[in-house]
């Protein structure tokens, strides 16, 4: 399996703030990975696919970038509607998962 | 508008069997790839299984493989998946999902039903 690390596993952020989240494969992937939000109680929501494209009907404030084995998933500006958890998932074996990194309000 | 509502979780007794359903609507459905993933409780999410659009290719991941069977009815336009031997590691959320490309499988599921518990205990 394709191991995926996230970084940090949780953050805490203002409304306002630059988010950054880090994700690494343990091996390359080329840019097949996707970013994923969830809410508490609620199923993932797909915000971006193969490394950067956005999925339609996401706000421009989410970007991601990177290829091979290190990618970048960013907020420009969070709004309060962002607090939720934020996974990386590869494709590019069977599919894998990050373990997360949560999103808190400071 | 796409839905997909799961059902038939429930609690069940190591080494029994329990049907997962998931009910689509709003899309053509004999015409994506389907799949199931699960979070356990405060766990990251895991890829579960893969059917083809038409049935014919289906995929596990190594921790079901060989107990749990992925099927579907394309003109009940349901997805299901058959779950034996449940071990208590299995207790999780069942989410299906879809694929986001017609036909083509690509594994960026970009609709996800609200999710059926599954409780495996003595």
């Known amino acids: 399996d394709i191991q995926m690390t996230q970084s940090p596993s949780s953050l805490s952020v203002s409304v306002g703030d630059r988010v950054t989240i880090t994700c690494q494969a343990s091996q390359d992937i080329s840019n097949y990975l996707n970013w994923y939000q969830q809410k508490p109680g609620k199923a993932p929501n797909l915000l971006l696919y193969d490394a950067s494209n956005l999925e339609a009907g996401v706000p421009s404030r989410f970007s991601g970038s990177g290829s091979g084995t290190d990618f970048t998933f960013t907020i420009s500006s969070l709004q309060p509607e962002d607090i939720a958890t934020y996974y990386c998932?590869?494709?590019?074996?069977?599919?894998?998962f990050g373990q997360g990194t949560k999103l808190e309000i400071k | 508008q796409v839905q997909l509502v799961e059902s038939g979780g429930g609690v069940v007794q190591p080494g029994r069997s329990l049907r997962l359903s998931c009910a689509a609507s709003?899309?053509?459905?004999?015409?994506?790839?389907m799949h199931w993933v699960r979070q356990a409780p405060d766990k990251r999410l895991e890829w579960v299984a893969v059917i083809s659009y038409d049935g014919t290719n289906k995929y596990y991941g190594d921790s079901v493989k060989g107990r749990f069977t992925i099927s579907r009815d394309n003109s009940k336009e349901t997805l299901y998946l058959h779950m034996n031997s449940l071990r208590t590691e299995d207790t999780a959320i069942y989410y299906c999902?879809?694929?986001?490309?017609?036909?083509?499988?690509?594994?960026?599921?970009?609709?996800w039903g609200r999710g059926t518990l599954v409780t495996v205990s003595s």
């Open positions: 709003g899309l053509i459905f004999s015409s994506y790839g």
């Open positions: 998932q590869q494709y590019d074996n069977l599919p894998t």
């Open positions: 999902a879809k694929d986001r490309l017609i036909v083509g499988g690509t594994f960026q599921f970009d609709y």
